[in-house]
């Protein structure tokens, strides 16, 4: 009778592993970036290179000189970071913002919890949120540069459509009255672009780059369904009530940084709770928080907070809801 071979888990491996996933997050990017150099020119891309050399270089320095661990930065996730916190700043944003900001993602966020799937917050939502408290006039900054391949840009240069509706309504306007004031369109908050931070550029490239990674099977449905279908319906609510003074479900989708947030930065692996069930929860907790300091909040947008407050859940999540044993 052959002996038993008993080794410790996993038993089957698959071909995926964190230099995939984390490329195919950044192919997922792609069009979202691509459709932001074309309106933005040379600032979108000097912000993506700094933050992707900037996130880079700080991870090399703290494993290499300071922990001096084995070098990681081959594995795209740094990148990864880099990438998505040049997404999260306004298009006019200096280079050096951009280095704070990787700075406080990867030397705080990340590499103090013990790098790479050890740390509880999104290191690059940290950056951003570290910038926006320190440097809030830059962080609101809107005003939108040149571009390589637009001679005239024609867009709101001095607010995100989340804050002119918000001052709006603070002034005692109406949402017709905002809508129709500032040429407001469906259309193109879904093809074009929008006033607000250079990955919020258009709804359709982050809609392509979530198709792609549901494709690829590097998410699950589940967390970006459940902040949409929640932002969704919590929105109507208060849009049914009152039309004239709260947005509707469409409008609180395509504006701002929900779809951005609830697709690349809400699924990341290791500050999302693991089972089904969690992921739900999880999702659900962003939307409604989301939608709460958006209409109620000092701040016109709220997914990055929202984000940041459900992670520090989830060690609770996982604890009570569990996956299924293999």
Not at 237 to 257: K, M, R, V
Request: hydrophobic letters at 55%; aromatic letters at 12%.
């Amino acid at each position: 009778m052959k002996k038993l071979l008993v080794s410790p888990a996993p038993h089957i491996r698959g071909d995926n592993n964190t230099k995939s996933l984390m490329r195919d997050v950044v192919i997922a990017l792609s069009p979202s970036f691509l459709v932001s150099v074309y309106f933005f020119g040379f600032s979108a891309l000097m912000l993506a290179v700094t933050g992707v050399a900037a996130c880079m270089g700080v991870e090399f320095v703290i494993q290499k000189y300071i922990i001096k661990c084995k070098v990681t930065i081959d594995d795209y996730s740094a990148a990864l970071t880099g990438l998505l916190l040049a997404l999260n700043l306004p298009p006019s944003s200096p280079w050096w913002l951009v280095l704070i900001g990787a700075i406080v993602a990867i030397g705080i966020a990340k590499m103090s919890f013990g790098g790479l799937g050890q740390n509880v917050f999104n290191p690059a939502l940290v950056g951003r949120v570290f910038l926006l408290i320190s440097f809030p006039a830059l962080m609101t900054d809107w005003s939108i540069p040149d571009s390589w391949f637009i001679e005239e840009v024609d867009a709101y240069s001095g607010a995100t459509a989340l804050s002119i509706v918000k001052s709006g309504l603070a002034s005692g306007l109406t949402l017709d009255q905002i809508f129709a004031n500032n040429n407001f369109s469906y259309m193109e908050m879904l093809f074009s672009r929008i006033g607000g931070s250079v990955g919020e550029i258009s709804a359709l490239a982050l809609i392509a780059g979530l198709i792609y990674l549901l494709i690829r099977r590097v998410i699950r449905p589940h967390i970006p369904f459940a902040i949409l279908g929640s932002v969704a319906l919590f929105t109507g609510i208060l849009w049914l009530i009152d039309p004239a003074h709260f947005t509707d479900p469409l409008f609180n989708i395509l504006t701002g940084g929900i779809l951005l947030g609830a697709i690349f930065m809400a699924t990341d692996y290791v500050t999302s709770p693991m089972s089904p069930k969690g992921m739900i929860i999880f999702g659900v907790g962003i939307g409604i928080i989301t939608i709460l300091i958006r209409n109620f909040g000092s701040y016109p947008e709220g997914i990055s907070f929202a984000i940041l407050i459900m992670n520090a859940t989830v060690p609770l999540i996982n604890k009570y809801f569990k996956p299924k044993k293999f």
